[in-house]
Structures are given as C-alpha cells and as structure tokens.
C-alpha cells in the first residue's frame, strides 16, 4: 500500500514499530556497556580482554536465544505454563541445597567457571505463570481468593525460595513485578494494600535478622555512607558534565567494588560524563514508552501481562541498580540491564526481547478490531 508521498507505508510500520524501537534501544545499550567494561576491566589482574571475552560470548547466546524465542509459538507454550514454574521452583530449591556459595549468598548452579544465576530465569518464569493464571482467572479477579490469595501464593513460592539464597533485592523485585501485574490484571486495592504492608513487614524481619542487610540499611540511612557508595558517587563527581575521558577514570583501579557489574553506571558516569549517564536514563526511558504503546495492540489478557512483565522486569531492575549507585536506595547487588557484566542477565534479556519481537509479529495476526474496549481471554 502506497502513501502520498509513494513510500510504502506498512514498511514504515515495521521498521517503527515499538518492538524495534525497544531492540535498537538494547543495542545501543549494549555496545556501551561492552565499551565501558573494557575499560573497567583493563587494570584487572586477569587481564583487559578477560571479561570483555566473556561478555562478547554472552552478548552472542543472548542473540540467539533472542531469536529462538521470537519464533517459539507464545499461546502452544502456554499449555505448559505450570511445568515451567515447577521447573523453576525445583531449581531455585536445588540451588539452596548444592548451590555455588559467593560471600555468604548460594545464587548459582555451575560447573567450573561456568556459572548461571537461577533467579534470573525463575523471574520470567513467574511472570509466565502468573499471567496465564490471571488471564484464566479474569473474571473472578476481584475476589479474595482466586484474584488476590492465589495469585499472590504464586509470587510468594518464588520471591520465598530467592529470599532464602538470601538475594533481598531479586525478591523485591520480584514482588514489585507481581503486583504491578495484579493491579493492573483488576486487583482490588482493598486487597492489594494490606498486602503491600504485610511483605513490607516481612522484608523488614528478613533485615533485621540478617546482620549484612541490616548494616546496609543503616549505613545508607546515616550520613556515614558506605566505602562502594562514596567511591561511586566520588566517580561521578570526578566525571563532572564531560567527562575524564575513556580508560581515563580511576575509580576502577581497585578504589570501586564490582566496578564492571553493579557499580558500572559509576564508570559511566566518571568517564563519560553527565551527557552520557542521561542518555542510558532517556534509553530506558524510551524502552518503557515503547513498551506501553506495544501493549495497546494487545490481543488478549494473557499476552498483555507477559509484555508487561517483561517491559517491567527491565525498567524496574534499571531503576534499582540507577538508585542504588546514586544513593537513592540502599546498597543492593543488582546489574544493570544490557550494561553490566554478567551472563546470566544477559540471556534474561535476550529472552524478554525476543518475547517483544515474536508478539511484534504474531499480534498484527490478531489484532482487536478498531474501537473494541476490552480484551476478551483466547482459551488454548
């Protein structure tokens, strides 16, 4: 079909849509994040190439697991969403009994150095659980049990077994997640508010009763902050609105912890400087816009909460590893979407984008009519 101006508009389309937009984002980020790792890491006793190595490798898998779920049929899997809960829970169980322990934490399973983070997965799959049993529950969503106390049963098994590792900050995360998709599944807010206090008070006792967590708590609460957070917001003083220039920051020479994972924002912003550091928020930002316009083809509720939770697990986890290395949230280990080191994150990633390209390309097939209000459940 032609437009006035002779170009091919359903082209113009495909090359604009949200998904793309979100998938150029996610490069843009990622070429970034390669770049400031291999200066992070230059000083490194392993060598400048080592990790640069290891997060090219991962950037590769990611592509291609990226690709083989963009043309897995979403609605066949969904026949076998309690299977890949159970999946999950089992391997979120398993890693508390023979896990690979790092500084008091067991997060891993593994083999030599290879090493893969069950959490990260198990984050997705929740979010395909509970949108199928959301959209199949959508017209008893407003009661207590079927549209609060189960679905909510489902969040806590997760977040439960992670909090266990311990990994406080995967287990928040988690639990934001659910109950964002609760909310917007029609939740009541009658339910969802006293639910909110009571996990609230459960992390607390978790807190309290873990003498790490708690020290975190109260040094980001006092003026005496931390050594890894004033050396993080010492690089981004030291950076200013221009920067020290690539491979030019110091705070990496063994001055920041986990400069290459956790706290590489703080390379970012030492280096490149404040134009750079806004440009990865607006990046994210766009992301989320463009996840958001995705949504409004959504063909029915169980589509719309799986996107949903994707574009959700990103720019939350963003928004905690961004306030954490600004002082915003206490000291927590989270990476940075596309950014930083890590292969487990990044496969989750290359998941959640080949999850927006593969409903880029099957909802056009059924999409709601012009005008309709609702979404209506497709049973499969």
């Known amino acids: 079909m032609k437009n006035e101006f002779g170009g091919n508009s359903s082209a113009a389309r ?11 984002c996610a490069l843009g980020l990622t070429v970034l994040g390669l770049t400031i790792l291999f200066s992070a890491s230059a000083w490194f006793k392993k ?19 990226c690709f083989v779920v963009s043309r897995i049929n979403l609605d066949y899997l969904r026949r076998y969403a309690w299977w890949i809960a159970g999946i999950c829970l089992v391997l979120l169980a398993l890693v508390l009994v023979v896990g690979i322990q790092v500084n008091g934490s067991r997060r891993w399973l593994g083999y030599g150095s290879v090493r893969l983070q069950v959490s990260e ?32 049963g489902i969040v806590g098994a997760f977040a439960g077994l992670t909090l266990r590792e311990p ?63 004033r050396q993080g917001l010492a690089a ?8 020290a220039g690539l491979g030019q920051g110091r705070q990496q020479l063994s001055y920041l912890p986990e400069a290459h994972t956790d706290y ?31 949504l409004r083809r959504a063909p029915n509720l169980f589509h719309f909460l799986l996107v949903l939770g994707c574009v959700v697990l990103i720019c939350v986890q963003a928004i905690i590893n961004l306030g954490v290395v600004t002082a915003i949230f206490p000291t927590k280990g989270m990476s940075l979407p596309f950014i930083s080191a890590g292969l487990s994150n990044l496969l989750l990633m290359g998941m959640l984008l080949g999850i927006m390209l593969n409903t880029q390309r099957t909802w056009g097939r059924a999409a709601l009519p012009r005008g309709a209000g609702a979404m209506r459940e497709v049973l499969v």
């Open 264 to 294: 590489i924002f703080s390379v970012v912003g030492e280096e490149l400087g404040l134009v750079y550091t806004l440009g990865v928020v607006m990046l994210f930002t766009v992301v989320l816009v463009a996840g958001l316009v995705h």
């Open 167 to 229: 990994d406080f900050g995967v287990a928040a995360l988690m639990v934001a997640v659910g109950l964002v998709l609760l909310f917007l599944a029609g939740a009541k807010w009658r339910y969802i508010a006293p639910g909110v206090l009571v996990i609230g008070g459960v992390f607390a006792v978790a807190v309290i009763q873990n003498p790490n967590r708690l020290r975190r708590m109260t040094e980001f609460l006092s003026e005496d902050k931390s050594y890894q957070l």
């Open 14 to 24: 495909t090359l604009l849509n949200p998904a793309t937009t979100i998938i150029l």
């Open 236 to 243: 981004f003083a030291a950076g200013g609105i221009n920067g």
């Open 47 to 65: 060598g400048p190439y080592f990790y640069l190595n290891k997060q090219l490798i991962g950037v590769v898998l990611a592509g291609l697991l």
């Open 121 to 152: 997965f198990a984050k997705l799959g929740m979010v395909f659980c509970l949108a199928h049993y959301l959209a199949l529950n959508q017209t008893r969503i407003g009661e207590f049990r079927r549209g609060f106390l189960y679905p909510l």
